[in-house]
Each structure stands twice: as C-alpha cells, then as structure tokens.
C-alpha cells in the first residue's frame, strides 16, 4: 500500500496506541518479493505511476493470497475534446457517445492511452485481463469510487488446500486414471499418496481454461503436457490453468509415462475412426515421432514443476498394471 510521510506516521502512530504489533518497511513493488506474499494488498492510484499496468497487476497478485484493492482511473467519456487543463483527448471518437449510453456493467472492455501517457481501463477490461490470464483469481468486484472517474477493483485469490495434477500429454490416458481416484480403488490412491477423503472435484485443463467453477478446496487436475506447444505459448509459465499452482497449499503432479509408440497407438484406437485418423491424432503423431521431441516434452515440465515446489510421482502406464517408478526409469522409459 502506497503512504505518503504524513500517513505513514499518522498509521503507525495508531498501530501503537491500540499495540497492533506491525511492522512497516518502506521500498516498491519490485522489494517486496522477500516478504511476500501477504494476505492483502492495496494499491492506489495505478494507472498513474506505472508504467506498465498490466505487469504490475500481473506482479500484484502474484504478492498476494487473500484479496488485493487496485484503485485505477476509468476511460473518460464526458470529455468531448482536446483540454490544455487536463492534457486529455477523447480516443474513442464517435463510439464515445454510444459507450456512455451504456450502465457501466455493460461498457465493453477498453484500454486507451491519454496524451500524458497514462493507461485508462474500464473494469470489464479488468475482468475479461484476469480471466484470460490467471487461473489463481477467483472473482473481481468492480466498486465505483467516490473520486470522478476512478473505480476500485477488488481482485479475490482462489483458497485450495490440496492440487494434484494428473499430467502427461494428450492420449496416455490421464482422464482415465483421475476416475479411477475418485471411486473407492484402494490401491491406486496407495500409489500415488491421493488422501481420500470429501470435497475433492475433479476437471480438465480445457474446463478450468473455459471458465468452469471450482466449488471445491482440494481439486485433481488433468493437465496435458503439450498445452503449450500445440498452443504456440512461450512454455508453461504462459498457461493461464497453471497459476492455480500458486494458491494450493500443497501440490502434487502425477507424471504418466509410457513410451511414444504406445501413446500413439493408444490415440489410434480411441479415434472414432481408426481407418481414418482425426488430423489431430495424426498431427501428434508425427510430433511425438520427431527425433528427441518427446522426452524433452517430459524433461520441460519436470524442470517446471520441480521450480513451483511440487512433489511428483512417476507412474509407469505402459501396461494395464500401474506402478511407481524413479525420474531415472520414467526417462528411460520414453527415450
């Protein structure tokens, strides 16, 4: 939270007359990594000391684990032109009038630049950023400010207790090995450390992706591997599903291995055309093909869960009878 001099000792002068026990450190955004996260965090006046908003709201939440307050300046739609007062130019031309017709809940989002080089957002632009780019929010509040012009965003972290990503990539049969955890199979919960147990829930990368509500605090997710090739996304650090990692408090990962040759035929036989295979199954089978593609797929997403803090689990799918295995032997299982 940002405090002038006058605050700060107003603030801090309050915590010791009530002996709230608080400490305050003085630096910006860019200090706080090693104090962080904390449970709320308030920032006022953003789009004006920033130049780069959409990083800094990015490196916000990531600071935050309960709620974080943004306070952000809306696009302007009474100005009609050009004032030397203000420095400020009406951007949206003859749409202007029509947006300003509209309740602000309905107001598309917008993001525009004023001739002093400040960011102006509507909050639907807010919401529809954090929806498609962060998995860890799990709702936005828009809260018009007493202050023409402004808005509060109050941004609400998802709470899980428990994440296990059942992972591997597309056709080794992830979706089929989540069923089987949810029912009573004694067994294949042994193997992989699952803690049976209530409030568990159970969804795809695609549904988490699509918007589908998590109602629980412990979720297996299945996540597929190759995400973000077949995306084109710059690695796993760009998927929007997996920033739910960041709010569980314990995380594990599944990692399904089998050699290339059987997760194509596997792809082959589930098709709902095996004379004639779905372009997908064909395209993924040529990539799986490529001469080292496949294991560097598993070496990637190892390295990236090994630096979020997860513990994985390596279990060998070849055949019908599941069973753990060591990183060395699930390496060498599909060279």
């Known amino acids: 939270m940002d405090l002038d001099e006058e605050r700060l000792a107003v603030a801090v002068k309050k915590a010791s007359a009530e002996n709230v026990n608080i400490e305050f450190l003085r630096g910006g955004i860019k200090d706080c990594d090693d104090f962080a996260p904390f449970d709320y965090v308030v920032r006022r006046q953003m789009s004006q000391s920033s130049r780069d908003p959409i990083a800094a709201i990015h490196k916000l939440i990531d600071l935050t684990k309960r709620k974080l307050i943004l306070e952000l300046e809306d696009v302007d739609l009474s100005i009609v032109k ?9 951007l949206l031309g003859a749409w202007r009038t029509i947006f300003k017709l509209l309740p602000a809940r309905l107001r598309p989002g917008i993001l525009a630049v004023d001739s002093h080089g400040k960011f102006l957002m509507t909050g639907n632009w807010v919401k529809n950023l954090l929806r498609a780019q962060r998995q860890d929010v799990d709702r936005i509040e828009i809260v018009v400010s007493d202050r023409p012009g402004r808005y509060f965003a109050f941004v609400y972290m998802r709470r899980l207790t428990d994440l296990l990503l059942v992972s591997g990539p597309a056709g080794i049969g992830k979706s089929h090995l989540a069923r089987r955890l949810m029912p009573k199979d004694a067994e ?4 992989v450390g699952f ?12 549904a988490l992706d699509e918007g589908v509500k998590v109602k629980a605090s412990r979720l297996v997710l299945e996540y597929n591997i190759w995400r973000p090739v077949e995306r084109n996304w710059d690695g ?14 314990a995380k594990k990962v599944c990692l399904l291995a089998a050699p290339k040759e059987v997760v194509i035929e596997r792809m082959h036989a589930r098709d709902r055309s095996p004379s ?5 199954v064909e395209w ?6 490529l ?9 990637r997403w190892i390295y990236y ?4 803090g997860c513990d994985i689990t390596y279990l060998d799918v070849a055949s019908r009878r599941i069973k753990v295995i060591s990183e060395d032997a699930a390496l060498k299982l599909i060279a």
């Open 276 to 280: 004639s295979p779905s372009a997908k």
């Open 188 to 191: 294949l919960k042994r193997l």
């Open 82 to 90: 050009f004032s030397k007062k203000t420095g400020r130019r009406a």
């Open 284 to 289: 993924l089978a040529r990539e799986y093909s």
């Open 291 to 299: 001469p080292g593609r496949y294991r560097k797929l598993y070496e």
């Open 305 to 308: 869960c090994k630096a979020n």
């Open 236 to 249: 796993y650090g760009a998927d929007p599903v997996l920033t739910i990692m960041r709010v569980a408090e």
């Open 195 to 206: 803690d049976d147990g209530e409030d568990w829930q159970t969804m795809g990368d695609v």
